[in-house]
Every structure is written in C-alpha cells, then in structure tokens.
C-alpha cells in the first residue's frame, strides 16, 4: 500500500520558523500564560515537567526544572519520565495529531497530567474566506493556502483516543486587529505561520490575488476605525494518566441516594398512577 504525502512540509515549516521573530510570538506567551493559570487550579506540585515547543525562549522560565522538547514528529520524551506533559502550542503542525499525544501519553507518570494546547478551526476564518473568494475571482479556482485546523469536538475525539483519563477539551477567541489584511500576512510570517501545506501552490502568487483578497477582507471585517478583525481560536485539551488514586464513575444502578432526596423536591411519576 503507497503511503499518502504528509499534509505538512516539515522542511517548510522548519524554515519560516527559524525566521519568526520574539516580538510576534504574543500568541506563544497567551499560551503559556493561561497553562500557568490552569496550574495553579491544580492542586499539586510538578516535579518534572516537560514541554513540547518549537520556541522554547517563551517557556524558558514557565516551570522550575522544565525539559525543553523541540516540535519534532518523534518527540524526545522518555517513558514514564514526567508528572506533567504540555504540548505548546504546536499540534495543528503535527501529521499524526493523534500520535503526538500517544507519545505524551508515554512519558507520563501514573496520574501524570497532560495540557495540549493548539489552533482551533475558527482560527483566521476570515482570511481563509477572503483568500478563497479572491482566487475563486482571479484564477477560477483554488489552492490550499490556509492550514484546515480541527473543530473542538474532534479534537477531544482525538484526545479520548489517547487512553487518557478525565479528558476535557475546552477553549476561547482572541480577536486580534490589524491596520490592513496585508499586515495580518506579515504577522503570521513573523510567527512562522506561513503556509507549509505540503500541497501548497508553489508557484508565486499573483499581486492581483492579494489586491483583491485585501478589498475583500477589508469589506466584510473592518471596524469603525478601518482596522480589520482576525480570529484565533485557542483549544485545550486536558487529560490524566490512568491512576488507581482517581475517582471512577459508578454503574448504573448503584446509587445509594435519590436526586430528589438531596434537592428537597418532590418526585412525580410522569406516566401517571400505575393500576
């Protein structure tokens, strides 16, 4: 059987990586920012932590003692070696998403504690949209130019695949404005978010494309102020190495308490008296 291409160009995204530059990456330092904040609702101390991370001069001083894992298709992360896992940011590169976290999953201790954390689908819905329309009017068709990214629900279907305990996958918008579309594309350069769709166009696009795409974008997304709006959809996904220590739901069946009991309410059969 003929093994398809890899969605992502990994020596692509490599190069724009090393391009990006510390003043852009204010996506990176939300990131690490909200991990520490859901930490600290976490009533435990980490003593070997580990981040997976294609920057790791965000996360340098995150945790105390952190192993700085490079962004890498084989993760070097040793087996039952970490109480915590976070995947920084990085997984909506990853060509087995579903592998990434199997990895992290491995190197977890029992009750290990994992954080993932990515883009969601709504991520820059607005130039994905205003792209497509502009090419659909210049070219008469179309090429993958915006990264496709995973709806919440199923990456927490991927994420319950990992053989994790107490899986959760919940997330929020940051809306980012931008003086013109075009500023928007710089930005994203300077992240190191340029396409590096393996399938990508090769061939330099046209300036009429990004004329058009610019007036589009412009027209559908602008404020009051002539700024345009751009979405970034950040996703966790949170889940436990299986531990005996964790409570585990009950059967069916096994409830020692009524629900009405403990709410003080009165209980009616909804099908009537029975003969």
């Not at 102020?225 to 069946?253: C, H, K, N, Y």
């Amino acid at each position: 059987m003929t093994r398809p291409p890899d969605l992502i160009d990994r020596a692509a995204l490599n190069a724009h990586r090393t391009r990006a530059r510390r003043d852009a990456l204010f996506l990176h330092e939300i990131t690490m920012i909200e991990v520490q904040e859901r930490l600290k609702e976490v009533n435990r101390t980490f003593t070997a932590p580990a981040v997976v991370t294609p920057f790791p001069d965000i996360w340098q001083s995150a945790l105390p003692g952190m192993k700085i894992v490079p962004d890498t298709e084989i993760l070097g992360l040793e087996p039952g070696a970490h109480d915590l896992v976070i995947h920084g940011l990085c997984l909506h590169w990853a060509n087995d998403p579903v592998g990434q976290l199997v990895q992290c999953r491995r190197a977890l201790r029992p009750d290990g504690l994992l954080i993932a954390a990515t883009f969601g689908g709504r991520t820059l819905h607005e130039l994905r949209a205003s792209l497509a329309q502009a090419e659909a009017r210049i070219t008469g068709g179309l090429s993958p130019r915006v990264l496709p990214m995973g709806e919440i629900r199923d990456l927490g279907a991927v994420l319950q695949r990992t053989g994790l305990a107490l899986p959760v996958a919940d997330g929020f918008t940051r809306t980012v404005s931008y003086e013109t579309p075009l500023h928007l594309m710089r930005d994203l350069r300077a992240m190191g978010e340029s396409n590096a769709l393996t399938q990508r166009n090769r061939t330099p696009a046209r300036r009429a494309l990004f004329a058009a795409m610019a007036q589009i974008y412009t027209a559908a997304h602008a404020s009051a102020d002539g700024r345009v709006r751009a979405t970034f959809e950040m996703i966790f996904l949170t889940g436990w190495a299986p531990d005996s220590s964790q409570p585990r739901p009950l059967r069916p069946g096994s409830a020692t308490a009524r629900l009405a009991d403990a709410l003080g309410a009165n209980e009616y059969d909804l099908n009537g008296p029975q003969d």
